[in-house]
């Protein structure tokens, strides 16, 4: 079972900065995509950025200019550099990973138990 492991949330003020972290087995067959998304209270799980295996990124409008996803291969990890942070910002943030687990498997998503990020203003 793969289990991704996500740290870095946090409380911060109106303009501040966090950067979460996922970290991913180390044995895994082929990677596709690693992504955040998140969720707010009373509202829908939506997308906040993507990065593929090649690096190419995407990002959701509200968080452009703010956010940076980032893949780091020797820590086996997908980071988002969030900044300017606002109070819509505040959200349990989820890392997940679109991956072949094994030789013997098929394409399939995982999510991580999420990170609790609050903004005060």
């Known amino acids: 079972q793969v289990q991704l492991v996500e740290s870095g949330g946090g409380s911060v003020q109106t303009g501040g900065s966090l950067r979460l972290s996922c970290a991913l087995p180390?044995?895994?067959?082929?990677?596709?995509?690693m992504g955040w998304y998140r969720q707010a209270p009373g509202k829908s799980r939506e997308l906040v950025a993507t990065?593929?295996?090649?690096?190419?990124?995407n990002y959701a409008d509200s968080v452009k200019g703010r956010f940076t996803v980032s893949r780091d291969s020797a820590r086996n990890t997908a980071d988002l550099q969030m900044s300017s942070l606002k109070p819509e910002d505040t959200a349990t943030y989820y890392c997940?990973?679109?991956?072949?687990?094994?030789?013997?498997?098929?394409?399939?998503?995982?999510w991580g138990r999420g990170t609790l990020v609050t903004v005060s203003s």
């Open positions: 180390r044995n895994i067959f082929k990677l596709n995509v």
């Open positions: 997940k990973a679109d991956l072949i687990a094994d030789k013997y498997s098929t394409l399939a998503s995982y």
């Open positions: 990065i593929t295996s090649g690096g190419s990124t």
